[in-house]
């Protein structure tokens, strides 16, 4: 089942409240504010998708309260989790005539949806609006290199370790953090196992890194350690 719609543009960008953290700067996020006179908000329930891969690239989103997941298929079935979005993310500036992934809600979500050809009528009226879009695509490619690195020079635990101050960073450097993901998600985001996974935090836990206070929440403890192995210091 996919999003719902559930007001209009302006309507919708008046009543939904600023996001508790933002991907782009102060300045960057008034910028692109302009897009919201032309949004629409849908609303996304846990696993329900907004979009699936090789679906006709029509729209733009920006996540506004809540998780999204970015992921594709295999060929043998496996899952690959390609991002988490956060309120302030922009999903979709990169994609052609089709999307390259599939877009989930982790949690219950919400986002502005704006048509691409809406969006490409503003920018030429607004050209500061295009360096805006460009800055986010830009940073997405950074993401995305990281990812890179990640997943190809680091060990499991420097993975996790590395995750889990991501996760910290975009919540302002916050030493209590969040799961909205399962252990699953994770696992395909590190290309990992959920056995892996599980394991790898019991052993932060038992080293006292970490604090496991439920599945979806943790405390870091020794962040300059964590760090450490983040970095195979």
Same mark, same amino acid.
């Given at each position: 089942?996919?999003?719902?719609?559930?007001?209009?543009?302006?309507?919708?960008s008046?009543?939904?409240?600023?996001?508790?953290?933002a991907?782009?700067a102060?300045?960057?996020?008034?910028?692109?504010?302009?897009?919201?006179?032309?949004?629409?908000?849908?609303?996304?329930?846990r696993?329900?998708?907004?979009f699936?891969?090789?679906d006709?690239?029509?729209?733009?989103?920006?996540?506004?309260?809540?998780?999204?997941?970015?992921?594709?298929?295999?060929?043998?079935?496996?899952?690959?989790?390609?991002?988490?979005?956060?309120?302030?993310?922009?999903?979709?500036?990169?994609?052609?005539?089709?999307?390259?992934?599939?877009?989930?809600?982790?949690?219950d979500?919400?986002?502005?949806?704006?048509?691409?050809?809406?969006?490409?009528?503003?920018?030429?009226?607004?050209?500061?609006l295009?360096?805006?879009?460009?800055?986010?695509?830009s940073?997405?490619?950074?993401?995305?290199q990281?990812?890179?690195?990640?997943l190809?020079?680091?060990?499991? %635990?420097?993975? /996790?370790?590395?995750?889990?101050?991501?996760?910290? &960073? $975009?919540?302002?450097?916050?030493?209590? !953090? *969040?799961? +909205?993901?399962t252990?699953?998600?994770?696992?395909?985001?590190?290309?990992?196992?959920?056995?892996?996974?599980?394991r790898?935090?019991?052993?932060?836990?038992?080293?006292? %890194?970490?604090? /496991?206070?439920?599945?979806?929440?943790v405390?870091? &403890? $020794?962040?300059?350690?964590l760090?450490? !192995? *983040?970095? +195979?210091?």
């Open positions: 089942m996919l999003a719902t719609v559930i007001d209009g543009p302006r309507a919708a008046n009543r939904l409240s600023p996001p508790p953290f991907a782009a102060n300045d960057t996020a008034e910028s692109v504010s302009a897009f919201d006179g032309i949004g629409t908000a849908v609303v996304l329930r696993d329900q998708a907004l699936f891969e090789g006709p690239a029509q729209h733009c989103f920006k996540v506004v309260s809540g998780m999204v997941r970015s992921c594709r298929l295999l060929a043998d079935g496996r899952r690959h989790v390609n991002q988490f979005l956060v309120p302030g993310d922009f999903v979709g500036l990169e994609s052609d005539d089709t999307y390259r992934f599939t877009l989930e809600a982790v949690s979500a919400t986002l502005m949806r704006y048509p691409r050809r809406a969006m490409d009528q503003l920018v030429e009226r607004q050209p500061r295009g360096k805006c879009l460009l800055g986010l695509m940073d997405g490619l950074s993401a995305a990281a990812q890179m690195l990640l190809g020079r680091k060990s499991a %635990v420097e993975r /996790l370790a590395s995750f889990l101050l991501s996760l910290s &960073r $975009r919540a302002g450097e916050s030493d209590h !953090i *969040a799961l +909205a993901m252990r699953s998600d994770i696992a395909d985001y590190l290309g990992l196992t959920i056995e892996t996974v599980s790898i935090f019991s052993q932060l836990k038992s080293r006292g %890194v970490i604090q /496991l206070k439920a599945s979806n929440e405390v870091i &403890r $020794r962040r300059h350690q760090q450490e !192995i *983040a970095d +195979a210091a």
